[in-house]
């Protein structure tokens, strides 16, 4: 059956999740989670947690989903050695280069593919695949159909689909408008939600919220995911509360169990207007996905006013009302847009409510509930224990003594050995050095060996119990040992080409092109790092690659280009802006996937530099900015409500905001958007 993922901004989030039917929980470290306004979990958080999963039979995944630059690989690979202690059941990652350590060092820490990576067609799922990923969580922007045919191309892979949440219009790890525009990187964890804010259309004159999606909730349609072997269903929300995560993990369980859903709890917590995203997406004429004039917590509607005296509202109820419940009505501001104004029931009958102060409504004014009194979820209890640290062991009983080896601690002891006619010590020593009492530390993955020459022999379980107390004690006065990341295990420097100033080799409007531009000899093609059907988008790429001037360097922009780089050997490839060289590790791993075919690479476009050694040297990325948005959603349908009969599918708008303009290009109902230069 498919598990319900929840988000756990920290460790009341994650006790709350689990205690209303969530299967998992995701969630951040103190450092490198894309949720940095999250509390997130400290070290002592994760191991409460982690025991606390065990016990009761749950998961917990950890995300390390920023990108990481060659200062801070150091603090990367500590953190991964804390995480790696208290064997979580997966960590979702987006950097390469961190997929590169963690195999090389804790290749026991099962990688989940972040949806940061942009893995949206069957190609990006089998490269992720062949580096060793046990689950990919899939991009936001998918169709159903889409989902079923990359379930069916690719079975020996789990996969992550996003059911419910906050919807971002740009693809995850794509998007450089907060960069951009305020200087904080998403791909860090510092998102400013440009999406979030207006923008005047120049063609229109109208001040609109554009890039702004309604928040995603498929209901029922879990069941149609479950039904095609999905294996997790994500939930959004690493930033909100208490309610939002047990009201959802509710909603959700109860339609997996039973096959309904029962109450709209949910919508009380946070709620902007919602809608089923792309997985019902059919292109032109597909339902509106922007949320029009007002971007915020919409909650439900909870009735129509009818009549207004003075401060009093009759209203027609659509849901019932309660003293001190939230309540809104929204209205126009100066610039034309919707405000909210919030204020507690007061409810002096069943049907009327007092505004606080006297503001003229008219009749048809919607008021809105956007929180319920009566949900109050009862605190968790944290003062929970903490996870033992598994130690795989390995025992050897010999014939007077008894040694316990670890990978942190080796000791003998005296022990008797007596005879038996039957092999009774195995399951003996296997169930009392299992037990840890006060300890910290578990011994694990018992490994019994019998070095006595008898067949079978027997030894005392008081005997047993005392070498258990007393190993388990020296172990706890092991120091732990630090873990110190070796940046330095390079054998040589490979020659990399230098590449041409990125804009050299940009399209007119997009920064990819696959026609080519020739530049001293040299023919570069850039692929765009979104392909829905790769398949026939290879087999025309072969046909163009087959037509250019050789020689031919070809720019990769997704994971996903990998599978065709490694096919045609022939060409020879650099890593483009949109496949991070983030760090040195990042560059060594796309070495071993590509090998000499891999010419060079810009590094990570938000850094000017980068600090060595490296496998080769990369090209600084200068004098270009990159879109703000590449986004499937349509700017002329979605952004600005405008009737698909007629489209040509192509377009050019333009949008003012702070005083700057932005140049917005729709082709094939995708939308990217540029500050004009």
């Not at 998992?24 to 940095?36: C, D, N, P």
């Not at 390390?64 to 790696?84: C, F, M, P, Q, R």
């Not at 080799?505 to 023919?523: K, R, Y």
């Not at 490839?573 to 560059?587: H, Q």
């Amino acid at each position: 059956m498919i598990e319900i993922a929840l988000p756990a901004g920290n460790l009341e989030n994650a006790i709350v999740a689990f205690r209303n039917g969530a299967d998992a929980v995701y969630f951040g470290m103190k450092s490198f989670s894309a949720r940095k306004g999250a509390v997130n979990f400290s070290e002592d958080d994760l191991s409460k947690i982690r025991r606390y999963s065990r016990e009761n039979g749950k998961k917990i995944y950890v995300t390390v989903n920023t990108l990481v630059d060659d200062s801070n690989l150091g603090k990367a690979y500590e953190l991964l050695e804390t995480i790696s202690r208290h064997r979580p059941d997966g960590i979702i990652i987006q950097d390469l280069g961190l997929v590169e350590l963690a195999k090389r060092n804790f290749p026991d820490l099962p990688l989940h593919g972040s949806t940061q990576l942009a893995v949206h067609n069957i190609s990006g799922v089998e490269a992720m695949r062949k580096l060793g990923f046990e689950r990919v969580v899939l991009s936001r922007e998918l169709t159903f159909n889409e989902i079923e045919k990359i379930r069916k191309a690719c079975p020996d892979i789990e996969l992550k689909v996003f059911i419910h949440g906050a919807m971002c219009y740009g693809f995850s790890g794509l998007c450089m408008a907060s960069r951009i525009k305020t200087g904080r990187s998403a791909n860090e964890g510092e998102c400013a939600q440009i999406c979030r804010t207006w923008f005047r259309d120049e063609g229109t004159g109208q001040n609109v919220y554009p890039f702004s999606l309604k928040d995603l909730e498929i209901g029922q349609q879990l069941l149609r995911l479950n039904e095609i072997g999905i294996d997790s269903a994500k939930i959004e929300g690493r930033l909100k509360g208490d309610e939002y995560v047990a009201t959802t993990a509710r909603l959700y369980r109860q339609i997996l169990d039973n096959g309904y859903e029962c109450g709209h709890d949910q919508l009380f917590t946070f709620s902007r207007s919602r809608s089923t995203g792309f997985l019902n997406y059919r292109g032109p004429g597909h339902e509106i996905l922007t949320t029009g004039d007002y971007t915020g917590h919409l909650g439900a509607e909870a009735g129509v006013v009818v009549k207004q005296e003075g401060r009093k509202l009759t209203l027609d109820e659509k849901e019932r009302i309660m003293p001190h419940d939230g309540l809104m009505y929204l209205k126009r501001n100066k610039d034309g847009l919707l405000d909210a104004v919030r204020f507690a029931a007061n409810c002096p009958t069943r049907d009327t409510v007092l505004l606080p102060q006297y503001e003229r409504l008219e009749k048809g004014s919607i008021i809105y509930k956007v929180s319920d009194a009566g949900l109050n979820e009862k605190k968790p209890n944290l003062n929970l224990p903490d996870d033992r640290i598994p130690v795989d062991t390995t025992i050897t009983v010999g014939q007077s003594s008894l040694r316990i080896v670890t990978d942190l601690l080796t000791a003998d002891y005296p022990i008797e050995v007596e005879k038996s006619d039957k092999d009774l010590a195995s399951d003996q020593i296997r169930k009392i050095f299992s037990q840890s009492g006060e300890s910290g530390y578990q011994l694990s993955k018992l490994e019994i060996i019998n070095d006595t020459g008898m067949e079978g022999y027997f030894v005392r379980s008081s005997a047993l119990k005392e070498i258990r107390r007393a190993f388990l004690s020296r172990l706890e006065a092991v120091p732990r040992k630090s873990a110190i990341y070796d940046g330095s295990t390079y054998d040589g420097v490979r020659d990399a080409i230098k590449l041409p100033a990125r804009g050299l080799i940009s399209g007119e409007h997009l920064p990819w092109q696959t026609d080519g531009v020739e530049i001293e000899g040299t023919t570069y093609v850039t692929l765009p790092p979104v392909v829905y059907d790769d398949e026939a988008f290879y087999e025309e790429l072969e046909r163009q690659l087959e037509k250019l001037q050789k020689p031919i360097l070809v720019g990769l922009n997704n994971i996903g280009q990998t599978e065709f780089a490694s096919r045609h050997p022939e060409y020879s490839y650099f890593a483009d802006i949109y496949l991070y060289l983030s760090n040195r590790e990042s560059a060594k791993l796309l070495m071993d996937i590509l090998g000499d075919s891999l010419a060079g690479g810009y590094l990570w476009m938000e850094r000017s530099r980068y600090e060595k050694p490296w496998p080769f040297e990369p090209t600084i990325v200068t004098d270009f900015t990159p879109p703000l948005f590449i986004s499937r959603a349509c700017y002329r349908h979605d952004g600005l409500g405008l009737d698909c009969r007629g489209c040509t599918k192509s377009h050019h708008f333009v949008a003012e905001q702070n005083g700057v303009l932005h140049d917005i290009y729709v082709h094939d109902c995708c939308t990217v958007v540029n500050i004009r230069k």
